[in-house]
């Protein structure tokens, strides 16, 4: 079957750019080798998404989902597996042995998180620990919380989490030194967040929900307990850029695709949005970015939309 854009990776981007792209007249198909939803979906509460107070991520996934689903072909548990560029055009090969030509793909593959490997670190997911501080930080407002990671997200977080009245907040970094800038060191010592160097953790414990560490000090192996309500846990993400190196699209020394204000990427023809783009990793800012991408594609459809 023949489509004129693809939309790869179901995600608040994903689904927002089938819906622009399908109102706008263009015949669009929805690709995600899952059921859909991304990161987003695993949130416990969002209350920063505009119209909603408070509404679990996966609810807010499905209602997307469902809102797309009225427009765009929708290929869930469907992996977009190579795709080829021929002149004008792009042939996608999927998962289920099928093929599917297209004039414009939109990749919206995101990211995935680096995930904790230690003893409940699964468990508790979701009850404690989040790996997203300016989505969850307001739930802890009052209690002792702890950071994991060395890198500028980690101490931003803290810093966040600090202003927003978290009672304690530890940063924990398995290494001597951060590597982080010295300026967000700097304000995060200032704000008064706590900082735990050559210290990892080596369980997390509760009840229902997380109550608190196990961590081992890196030079003398002693351990200690540290008592909180939340841990967020920034180690880094991983961007989802396979079908973009293949395609020979330009990425960032960090992996994330580069586009333009239009969402182009240097392969005409082909556009990205959301957290594979970088920047603010938000619901909001990936949606604005799939309903630009996708009214960008009419350049290269023949179709014209007013900007």
């Known amino acids: 079957m023949d489509y004129e854009l693809a939309i790869i990776g179901a995600g608040p981007a994903g689904y927002s750019a089938a819906i622009y792209a399908a109102r706008a007249g263009i015949h669009t198909a929805l690709f995600d080798q899952s059921g859909g939803g991304g990161l987003a979906s695993i949130a416990p509460n969002i209350e920063n998404y505009a119209g909603f107070s408070s509404i679990k991520g996966m609810d807010l996934m499905e209602k997307m989902k469902e809102h797309a689903s009225k427009y765009a072909d929708m290929h869930f548990y469907e992996q977009v597996e ?151 846990v920034s180690i880094g993400v991983i961007p989802q850029n396979d079908l973009a190196k293949k395609l020979g699209v330009t990425i960032d020394e960090q992996g994330y695709i580069q586009v333009d204000t239009q969402m182009r990427t240097n392969v005409k023809g082909i556009y990205a949005a959301g957290d594979i783009t970088g920047g603010l990793r938000q619901i909001i800012t990936a949606a604005a970015e799939g309903a630009q991408a996708s009214l960008s594609s009419t350049e290269v459809l023949g179709k014209q939309y007013p900007y």
């Open 82 to 232: 190579s795709i080829e560029k021929q002149q004008e055009q792009f042939t996608l090969y999927s998962s289920e042995e099928k093929s599917y030509a297209v004039k414009a793909v939109l990749l919206a593959t995101g990211t995935e998180h680096r995930r904790l490997t230690c003893g409940g670190a699964k468990e508790y997911e979701g009850r404690g620990i989040s790996y997203c501080a300016t989505c969850d930080g307001f739930f802890f407002k009052g209690k002792s919380v702890a950071v994991v990671g060395g890198g500028n997200s980690a101490l931003i977080e803290a810093i966040y989490l600090k202003q927003i009245g978290c009672k304690e907040v530890y940063l924990i970094h398995r290494r001597d030194t951060l590597r982080a800038e010295e300026a967000y060191e700097a304000d995060a010592k200032k704000a008064g967040v706590t900082f735990l160097l050559n210290t990892v953790i080596q369980e997390i414990k509760g009840t229902e929900n997380l109550e608190s560490l196990i961590l081992t000090d890196t030079k003398t192996q002693e351990t200690s307990t540290l008592q909180i309500k939340g841990l967020f």
